[in-house]
């Protein structure tokens, strides 16, 4: 069954660096796009983050162009999410997730918490 | 950037009652627009992809229409575990970016 489970999440002062990590089962994850999506608390969801299944390809939304960069390990099926520069406003929940073949999201990690605070 | 404006913010409905929730797009979007439902302290579910195609194992009282700006989400006789949050998300194709609704907050009432 495809499982992905997010890791790396913790408390972390303004400024400062995080690197979320995805590890992916239950799938050929080589052969997907995958994305990571968060929510903060009690907010709605916000994508962050894309990448091409061979990495070819990137996008991030406006709001962490620049501070995030997205990566992956296709011989470790593993995604990763390295945060820097993190504001308050980065705090929420980190989702990775599958795209599928219409643009959604069948499959969703539990998420991992990330906190910015001084 | 497609802004995606769901309506109502809240729903309040009984079990048995049908629903009907909408998403409106700031301007066409391919049929890339799929529907999530989330419980608290859980992950989103997928439950309609491609506007109108229920996820596995999603029950058939979900149905989903809709094309160009204007979509729906329908729940035909509310379940006790229906009640929950509801999202609209779609994919604009290049470059790849990707837009949630606000939600619509379904409860009980």
């Known amino acids: 069954q495809v499982q992905l489970v997010e890791s790396g999440g913790g408390l972390v002062k303004p400024g400062g660096s995080l690197r979320l990590s995805c590890a992916a089962s239950g799938f050929t994850f080589s052969d997907y796009y995958m994305s990571w999506i968060r929510q903060a608390p009690g907010k709605g969801l916000e994508w962050v983050s894309y990448i091409s299944s061979s990495s070819s390809y990137t996008n991030y939304a406006d709001s962490v162009k620049g501070r995030f960069t997205i990566s992956r390990d296709n011989a470790k099926n593993s995604l990763y999410l390295q945060m820097n520069s993190l504001r308050a406003e980065d705090t929420a929940v980190y989702y990775c997730a599958r795209e599928d073949d219409y643009g959604d999201f069948c499959y969703w990690g539990k998420g991992t918490t990330v906190t910015v605070s001084s | 950037e497609i802004v995606l404006t769901q309506s109502p913010a809240t729903l309040s409905l009984s079990p048995g009652e049908r629903a009907t929730l909408s998403c409106r797009a700031s301007?066409?979007?391919?049929?890339?627009l799929a529907w999530y439902q989330q419980k608290p302290g859980q992950a989103p579910r997928l439950l309609i992809y491609d506007a109108s195609n229920r996820a596995t194992g999603i029950p058939a009282r979900f149905s989903g229409s809709g094309s160009g700006t204007d979509f729906t989400l329908t729940i035909s006789s509310l379940e006790p575990e229906d009640f929950a949050v509801y999202y609209c998300?779609?994919?604009?194709?290049?470059?790849?970016?990707?837009?949630f609704g606000q939600g619509t907050k379904l409860e009980i009432k």
């Open positions: 998300q779609q994919r604009s194709n290049w470059p790849p970016t990707y837009t």
């Open positions: 301007q066409s979007v391919s049929s890339y």
